[in-house]
């Protein structure tokens, strides 16, 4: 496929009709959580920076959402770019467009999760007790900071 130079058009166009294929292929809670809040800009016209709130949310785009963004980029604009997202910690507010859940919340999210994946109930029951455990015993901050390091390690561990 031949690149297309981004000097004959406006990107920011561009990157809202992307945003408008996803949002056709993807459910409203998943669009509205993960790709609403990217923001995207152009480099060295073949590369796409798209940026993610947070480091969660940039782990997250890249192992459930990157190829979807590819190729949408690559349907809107009939070229390929090479696509790398970068988690965006902005100053007074580190997670800006994803609210944060309350336990009750966070364990119904989890519960849902678990139902998708078919895990077995008694599993279910054992990480569910242990998730009450740490909301017991880890701040806020220390379960997402502590989290998202274990979380980045299964990727490091996988591609080893």
Same mark, same amino acid.
């Given at each position: ?34 790709? !609403?809040?990217?923001? =995207?800009? $152009?480099?060295?016209?073949? *590369?796409?920076? #798209? ?7 940039? /782990? ?52 849902? !999760?678990?139902?998708? =994946?078919? $895990?077995?109930?008694?599993? *279910?029951?054992? #990480? ?7 909301? /017991? ?24």
């Amino acid at each position: 496929m031949t690149k297309v130079t981004v000097k004959n058009f406006n990107f920011l166009d561009i990157w809202t009709k992307v945003l408008e294929n996803i949002r056709e292929s993807i459910s409203k809670p998943s669009y509205e959580t993960w790709i !609403a809040p990217l923001t =995207a800009q $152009i480099e060295d016209e073949d *590369i796409v920076i #798209i940026k993610a709130p947070n480091d969660f949310a940039k /782990d997250w785009i890249e192992v459930r959402y990157k190829e979807l963004i590819f190729e949408s980029i690559r349907k809107v604009t009939g070229s390929t770019f090479e696509i790398e997202v970068v988690g965006i910690e902005r100053e007074n507010n580190p997670i800006p467009t994803i609210t944060r859940l309350n336990i009750r919340q966070a364990l119904g999210y989890f519960l849902l !999760a678990c139902n998708e =994946a078919n $895990i077995p109930k008694s599993t *279910i029951n054992e #990480i569910y007790k242990n998730m009450r455990w740490q909301f /017991d015993i880890k701040t806020p901050e220390e379960a997402e900071k502590e989290g998202y390091e274990w979380y980045r390690s299964l990727e490091k561990d996988k591609i080893q």
